[in-house]
C-alpha cells in the first residue's frame, strides 16, 4: 500500500491560545445582537459591522487569545429577540480576522450544518488571512428550531457526536494529508478529498469544544486543544473538581493535554452597590424573561424536572449574561474574581460586558492594567 503522505510539523506558536500567559482572556457572542444578555438595557451589543470590529479591535489591544462567535441561525424571540440577528461565524471571523492583528480568530462550526469540505476549506482561508491565529470551535447543535430550518432532524443527543467525530476525522484528513483520498463513512462520503494551500498551523489550528455530557467530555478530551465548560456551582472546590475532571479524563483515557475555559460576564461599578443596582436595573427591570423561557424550553427543562426556586435562578442566569460566571462589583473586585477563576484551575475565560462596547472599553482603561499587575496576563 503506498504510504501517506502527512503533515506532522508542530507549528502552532503563531496563535495565542497556546502562549505562556496564566490567564487566557477572550471574548464571547460578540457576533449576534444583544451579545450575551436577554434585556431591553440601552446601549447593549447593536450588531452591525462597525460595532462587532470596534469589541474585536478592544480585544487585539488587549491582546485577548480567542473572540469567539455563536453560531446561531435564528433568536430567542420573546421581547427583543436576543441573538436574532447576527453574522454568521466564518465568514465573520475572515473579517475579524482581517480587522486585528493579536488576538486569536475562532470560526464556530455546527458538523451537521457545514459540509466538512467546506469547513476545512473555510478554515484554511481564516488560518491564512489571521497569520495562523485562528482556532475552530465544533458545535455539535441543540437548538431544535435553528436545525429545523435547514430540513433536517435533529439526531439524537449521543449520535450528533458520533457525526462530529467523523466530521472532524474528514476535516482533519484534508489539512493534513497530501494525496487525495476517499473515504466512506457513515455520514459521509469523499472522492479523491484535496485540500490546497494547507493551514498555516501545522499539522493544524487548535480545536475547541464545549462538550458537558458524558459522551461530550470523551469528545472534547479526545479530540480538542480547549474544552470549555460552564461552572454550575458557587462552590470552588466543586468547580476544582469539575476542571480537574476533563484533564484527568484526557491525560487517562487519551494521553493527551486538554486546556480547560470558561465563561463569565463582568458588571463593574465605583462601588459594589452601583454595581448590584445595574444588574438590578438590566436584569430585573429590563430584562427578557420571555426569552430566557424559550431558551430553557428549547433546551428540555420544565417546571416538572426541576423546582420553581432553580428554574427562576436558571432565567436569571441566561437574562444575565448566558450563562457566565457572575463577576460584580468594584475593579478591585473583578480582578480578584478573575484570580479566583484562574486559582480553581481554569487556564482561559471568555468574557462579555452587558452594556458590551462601553463596558469593554471601560475595563481595558481601568480594570486590565489590575490584572496585569496581579500577574494573570
Ligand atoms: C462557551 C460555549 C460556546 C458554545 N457555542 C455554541 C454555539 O455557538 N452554537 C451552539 O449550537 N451551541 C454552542 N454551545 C453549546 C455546546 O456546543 C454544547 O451543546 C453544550 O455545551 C452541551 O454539551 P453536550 O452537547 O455535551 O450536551 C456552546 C457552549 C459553550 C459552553
Not at 191 to 211: D, E, F, V
Not at 330 to 344: E, M, P, R, Y
Request: hydrophobic share 35%; glycine share 8%.
Amino acid at each position: 500500500m503506498a504510504s501517506v503522505r502527512v503533515l506532522t510539523s508542530n507549528n502552532r506558536h503563531s496563535n495565542p491560545v497556546f502562549n505562556g500567559r496564566k490567564l487566557k482572556l477572550g471574548t464571547f457572542q460578540s457576533n449576534l445582537d444583544s451579545g450575551c444578555v436577554m434585556s431591553a438595557l440601552d446601549g447593549r451589543l447593536e450588531i452591525t459591522w462597525p460595532n462587532t470590529v470596534t469589541l474585536a479591535k478592544l480585544a487585539d489591544e488587549m491582546e485577548f487569545e480567542a473572540i469567539v462567535p455563536v453560531a446561531r441561525w435564528r433568536g430567542f424571540d420573546g421581547a427583543n429577540n436576543p441573538q436574532g440577528a447576527g453574522f454568521e461565524t466564518y465568514t465573520w471571523a475572515t473579517g475579524i480576522a482581517a480587522s486585528t492583528t493579536k488576538a486569536g480568530i475562532v470560526a464556530t462550526s455546527h458538523c451537521s450544518l457545514n459540509h466538512p469540505i467546506v469547513a476545512a476549506k473555510q478554515s484554511t482561508v481564516i488560518d491564512h488571512v489571521s497569520g495562523g491565529r485562528f482556532t475552530l470551535n465544533i458545535v455539535t447543535g441543540w437548538n431544535k428550531p435553528e436545525i429545523d430550518m435547514f430540513g433536517v432532524d435533529i439526531l439524537e443527543h449521543d449520535e450528533r457526536y458520533n457525526v462530529a467525530e467523523e466530521w472532524l476525522h474528514i476535516v482533519k484528513r484534508l489539512w493534513t494529508e497530501h494525496d487525495d483520498f476517499d473515504h466512506e463513512g457513515k455520514y459521509y462520503r469523499i472522492k479523491k478529498g484535496y485540500l490546497q494551500p494547507k493551514p498555516l498551523q501545522g499539522p493544524h489550528p487548535a480545536i475547541m469544544n464545549a462538550g458537558g455530557s458524558e459522551r461530550g467530555r470523551h469528545f472534547a478530551a479526545k479530540y480538542c486543544d480547549i474544552v470549555y465548560t460552564v461552572l454550575t456551582s458557587k462552590d470552588f472546590d466543586e468547580c476544582r473538581r469539575h476542571i480537574d475532571s476533563y484533564r484527568k479524563l484526557a491525560r487517562d483515557e487519551y494521553n493527551r493535554e486538554i486546556s480547560v475555559w470558561s465563561l463569565a460576564y463582568i458588571v463593574q461599578g465605583e462601588t459594589e452597590k452601583e454595581a448590584r443596582d445595574f444588574y438590578n436595573y438590566y436584569v430585573h427591570e429590563k430584562g427578557d424573561w420571555s426569552a430566557a423561557e424559550n431558551v430553557i424550553a428549547t433546551l428540555g427543562v420544565t417546571a416538572k424536572t426541576i423546582p420553581p426556586a432553580r428554574m427562576q435562578a436558571m432565567k436569571e442566569h441566561f437574562v444575565a449574561g448566558w450563562s457566565g460566571y457572575p463577576l460584580i462589583g468594584t475593579k478591585d473586585q473583578i480582578v480578584d474574581g478573575l484570580n479566583a477563576l484562574s486559582g480553581i484551575g481554569l487556564d482561559g475565560v471568555l468574557l462579555s460586558w452587558p452594556r458590551y462596547i462601553e463596558q469593554m472599553r471601560e475595563f481595558k482603561d481601568v480594570t486590565y492594567p489590575l490584572l496585569k499587575q496581579a500577574g494573570l496576563r
